[in-house]
């Protein structure tokens, strides 16, 4: 079957640095998503990963490892505004979308 | 801003009772879909449609229908609602940002059935 594991929660500290990790098993890839959902809120997109390698965005970056079915979420200079989940999907080999049960992200002052 | 609009934020409803999930997009998507979220669980697919009058069933559609008559708007209907349908329902709809195809959600339809 398809499957996509991450972390069920994380705690961090503010002004830190935190790696949500993703690791997926699907029938083919054609990419992977991750999302931000503030609580009771709309996921958000935040980045797309489909090529190995790091995709830097400001504060965020995202890596792919295809061979290893594996990517990371990387936050830098958290803040509290950054405490939400963060959902990870990929895009199968029919162009579904198969999404894990998102890291809840937990900011200390 | 707003791109994807949920008509119903909480509704209460009683088992057996037919309910109506409306939403709304003004980005001109023409793919359309609608989600469950539950706790520990990934987004859920129900059903997606990517034209008007076309449907096409996703991983639950089980005691499920929905209805695009026109290209805006994608409701999603529970014909009986019981109690193992309470869950927050999400809408969304695609469209190309950098190559991707990115999805846009909704605020979401907290729906509980007593």
């Known amino acids: 079957g398809q499957n996509i594991d991450q972390p069920t929660e994380m705690t961090a500290t503010e002004g830190a640095i935190v790696q949500i990790n993703c690791t997926y098993q699907?029938?083919?890839?054609?990419?992977l998503f991750w999302y931000q959902q503030h609580a009771g809120e709309a996921p958000t997109f935040l980045s797309y990963?489909?090529l190995d390698g790091l995709e830097e965005k400001g504060r965020f970056s995202s890596f792919l490892s295809r061979s290893k079915g594996y990517s990371y979420l990387l936050l830098k200079e958290l803040q509290m505004k950054d405490s939400a989940s963060y959902l990870c999907?990929?895009?199968?080999?029919?162009?579904?979308?198969?999404w894990g049960a998102g890291t809840k992200l937990i900011i200390k002052p | 801003d707003v791109k994807v609009t949920q008509s119903s934020r909480y509704l209460v409803k009683r088992t057996g009772e037919k309910v109506f999930l409306e939403c709304v997009q003004d980005?001109?998507?023409?793919?359309m879909f609608w989600y469950r979220q539950d706790p520990g669980l990934g987004l859920r697919l129900i059903y997606f449609?990517?034209?008007?009058?076309?449907?096409e069933k996703g991983d639950i559609p089980e005691g499920y229908s929905v209805s695009r008559e026109k290209k805006e708007r994608f409701s999603l209907i529970l014909e009986s609602a019981s109690t193992n349908q309470t869950s927050m329902y999400l809408c969304?709809?695609?469209?190309?940002?950098?190559?991707?195809?990115?999805?846009?959600f909704g605020a979401g339809s907290r729906l509980t059935v007593l």
């Open positions: 969304a709809s695609s469209g190309q940002i950098s190559g991707a195809n990115v999805l846009t």
């Open positions: 980005m001109d998507h023409e793919n």
């Open positions: 449609s990517y034209d008007v009058k076309m449907k």
């Open positions: 699907t029938s083919g890839f054609n990419g």
């Open positions: 990963n489909v």
């Open positions: 999907a990929v895009m199968d080999s029919n162009y579904q979308l198969i």
